[in-house]
């Protein structure tokens, strides 16, 4: 078993900056795809970023050139850094951590941006 705790989330205004964390503990692995999603209230939720054992990342279109996603394996914990946060980036932020047929979620941190 996998649990995941985030940490980081906030309020802050448009244009300003946010680091959320994700720690996980338990079974992990080396071997897993860990990334961040969020679902926005009447939205389903949906994939920000996305890094691989290897360190490869993908990104939505949304958020590319203003979100980094990163891992620290001594840690076990995997960062999201925002940047120019906008109204819209207001959101339920979601980690998950994907290793073979299994699938673990944390339980979320609000992220609200201010116009």
């Known amino acids: 078993q996998v649990q995941l705790v985030e940490s980081g989330g906030g309020l802050v205004q448009a244009g300003g900056s946010l680091r959320l964390s994700c720690a996980a503990s338990g079974s992990t692995s080396s071997i897993n795809v860990m990334g961040w999603y969020r679902q926005a209230p009447g939205k389903q939720r949906e994939l920000v970023a996305t890094?691989?054992?290897?360190?490869?990342?993908n990104y939505a279109e949304a958020v590319k050139g203003r979100f980094t996603i990163s891992r620290d394996y001594g840690k076990n914990t995997v960062y999201l850094q925002m940047n120019n946060l906008k109204p819209e980036d207001t959101a339920v932020y979601y980690c998950k951590l994907s290793r073979g047929s299994s699938i673990y979620w944390g339980q979320g941190t609000q992220v609200t941006v201010s116009s």
């Open positions: 890094i691989s054992s290897v360190l490869s990342t």
